[in-house]
Nanobody, 129 residues
């Protein structure tokens, strides 16, 4: 069984930065797509950024491009979401997720949540204006 645990959420003012971490443990695949999704109040969950083991295959939502960066450290079974220039509309519960999906050279991990069977419990990020 795969277990994911997020950390790093919090409350801050617009323009600030925050770094989320997700530790993956359990019966994980040797390679997988992993990433971040978020759900704002009253809205559906949406993909934010995903990455494949080794750091390639990155796929980032247009709404956060240029502000959010995803990275991973396979040695630590951990991946991160570096968020800068945060806006009030970034307020949401952020979830990390993992998928055993395999991608090839030149391909990208999907940003669709149904592709990810393993999920963390979520961490709240609140950005005030």
């Amino acid at each position: 069984q795969v277990h994911l645990a997020e950390s790093g959420g919090g409350s801050l003012q617009a323009g600030g930065s925050l770094k989320l971490s997700c530790v993956v443990s359990g019966s994980t695949a040797s390679s997988s797509c992993m990433g971040w999704f978020r759900q704002a109040p009253g809205k559906e969950r949406e993909g934010v950024a995903v990455v494949y083991t080794g750091g390639f295959g990155i796929n980032t939502a247009n709404s956060v491009k240029g502000r959010f960066t995803i990275s991973e450290d396979s040695a630590k079974n951990t991946f991160y979401l570096h968020m800068t220039n945060l806006k009030p509309e970034d307020t949401a519960i952020y979830y990390c997720a993992d998928s055993p999906r395999v991608i090839g050279f030149g391909q990208f991990c999907p940003l669709t949540e149904w592709e990810y069977p393993h999920w963390g419990q979520g961490t709240q990020v609140t950005v005030s204006s």
